[in-house]
């Protein structure tokens, strides 16, 4: 049954998208590896599902296939999420301030041994 216009096929199809993007962005929760949330899967599942959402929201804009946005949106997003690592990280410490740690999640020490804080940042 297709409605003049099609209407049903436009319904389908956001249908199909809403669900890949809930899925996707779920998916992002699923992984918490060493270093907490700042390590190559995590960002690379979190660029994968911004990816299939504007991907998706892309293509039907455009007029184009949505499903095959999603696709392309969520390759492009988690090779740049697997591709990007920031140059400095920080986490909180139980008094809320942040120190600054290395890619595995480490602390990293100042040549006197400490801890390097920075105490104007919110992290």
């Known amino acids: 049954m297709r409605l003049s216009g099609g209407g049903l096929e436009k319904d389908a199809t956001m249908k199909i998208l809403v669900m890949t993007s ?13 270093g907490g949330s700042n390590n190559a899967a995590n960002r690379t599942i979190t660029g994968a599902a911004i990816g299939a959402a504007l991907g998706g929201l892309t293509g039907s804009a455009v007029g184009s296939n949505a499903l095959g ?4 949106g969520a390759v492009a997003g988690g090779a ?9 990280v920080f986490r909180r410490d139980t008094r809320g301030y942040c120190y600054m740690v290395d890619a595995q999640g480490r602390p990293m020490y100042d040549e006197q041994g400490q801890v390097i804080y920075d105490y104007s940042r919110r992290c």
């Open 69 to 72: 946005g999603v696709v392309v």
């Open 22 to 34: 809930a899925i996707a962005l779920a998916c992002t929760g699923c992984v918490a590896g060493p």
């Open 80 to 88: 740049l999420g697997a591709a990007v690592n920031p140059n400095q």
